[in-house]
């Protein structure tokens, strides 16, 4: 299994409050993803990474902001928790762009209820 | 328009048939395609990826890409109850942003 770490794997929180996931890779990949997964709505990208520094914005960017600061740490924040924002998050990480071997492995995925 | 679209299902298909899964995509310039498969509480995993025009067979699965028409498929053949799950279909719609759909959930029933 990829070397991917996501923390907390479980969150409750209060409307208004910040919250930042982690996401820990050891595989020294390149590409970094967040996606939220809600019924119905399958897997919608957040936010992700092709570098230290670099990142874009996905499908569903409003009300979060991520940070990458090396290689191995690729960070979520939430700055003002709502309840639309209760979901699964799953961080996933891929070492190759366009390659045959593409392959994105994904961590564990992250429960966060907002109340 | 999302970028990738699936229908959500649920597709019921008995044991040993063929499970047929659809997708289609928006952005024409898309290179990479892949399909997931995701048991419920579990994380997604690859089971199929596919980069040309035509079939690709791995096993019992088979996946097939038209870019013309923008359509990716997913055939599965001697459909086993352990194939429940739900599949998601992937594009790599420019030079690292991937993108899925909204998942079918397939359902194979003894």
């Known amino acids: 299994d990829a070397g991917i770490t996501q923390s907390p794997r479980h969150k409750v929180t209060e409307t208004g409050t910040p919250v930042t996931l982690r996401c820990h890779q050891t595989?020294?990949?390149?590409?970094m993803y967040w996606y939220r997964q809600d019924p119905g709505h399958g897997l919608r990208l957040i936010h992700y990474?092709?570098?230290?520094?670099?990142?874009d914005k996905g499908e569903v960017s409003d009300g979060y902001s991520v940070s990458r600061s090396k290689t191995e740490d690729f960070l979520l924040t939430l700055e003002s928790a709502t309840s639309s924002q209760t979901s699964v998050y799953f961080c996933?990480?891929?070492?190759?762009?366009?390659?045959?071997?593409?392959?994105?492995?994904f961590g564990s995925g992250t429960q966060l209820s907002v109340l | 328009q999302k970028e990738v679209e699936q229908n959500s299902g649920p597709l019921s298909v008995p044991e040993g048939a063929i499970a047929s899964l659809n997708c289609t995509y928006s952005?024409?310039?898309?290179?990479?395609f892949f399909w997931y498969r995701q048991y419920s509480g579990k994380s997604p995993e690859l089971i199929m990826s596919?980069?040309?025009?035509g079939d690709k067979e791995d096993g019992r699965f088979t996946a097939q890409l038209n870019k013309a028409s923008q359509y990716v498929s997913l055939l599965i053949r001697d459909s086993q109850p352990s194939d429940s799950a739900t599949y998601l279909c992937?594009?790599?719609?420019?030079?690292?942003?991937?993108?899925f759909g909204s998942g079918t959930r397939l359902s194979i029933r003894p």
């Open positions: 596919i980069y040309s025009n």
């Open positions: 992937a594009v790599r719609s420019s030079a690292s942003k991937i993108i």
């Open positions: 952005d024409r310039g898309s290179q990479s």
């Open positions: 990474s092709y570098g230290v520094k670099d990142t």
């Open positions: 996933a990480i891929s070492g190759v762009d366009g390659a045959t071997n593409e392959k994105l492995f």
């Open positions: 595989e020294n990949h390149r590409y």
